[in-house]
């Protein structure tokens, strides 16, 4: 795949995350007033999950060697990537745990929650703004 083809998807992934992450936030907040009972947060949680462990492999796989290939910087770049990732990994497995072990969502859950949605924001932006930049990954 060239390097354009990769930034796309990369970025189209984003904005998938970016529509289920603003799911869960309705989702949580229903939960929180307690408009919702808690297996509607756990249904989207699961999702993203599955999504975003799909995303760190499309980035592993497809962007790093990318990165690698710019040259200059670029292995030193792929290797954050990666060290990211393996943060981002145990973020996202400590949270499947506490909601698999709580049974219903709480309120900590919740706030666990909404604060991996932001991590998760800011470090799409975060990429968009540098490693996906367009004069960074470009084809020539
Ligand atoms: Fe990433
Ligand atoms: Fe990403």
Known sequence: MKPEETRQR???EHEKIR???GEIDRAN???AQG???????????AGLFEVFAAHLALEDSLLAPAL???GDG???LAERLHREHREQRATLIALVELIEQAGQPSARIVDELHKFSDAVRNDMQHE????LRED???DC
């Open 19 to 21: 529509e289920l992450l």
């Open 10 to 12: 990369v970025i189209e």
């Open 68 to 70: 690698v290939a710019l």
């Open 128 to 131: 968009e703004e540098t490693i």
């Open 136 to 138: 960074v990954l470009s």
């Open 29 to 31: 907040e229903r939960f």
């Open 35 to 45: 408009s919702a009972d808690g297996s509607e947060v756990r249904e989207l949680a």
């Open 74 to 76: 670029g292995p030193w």
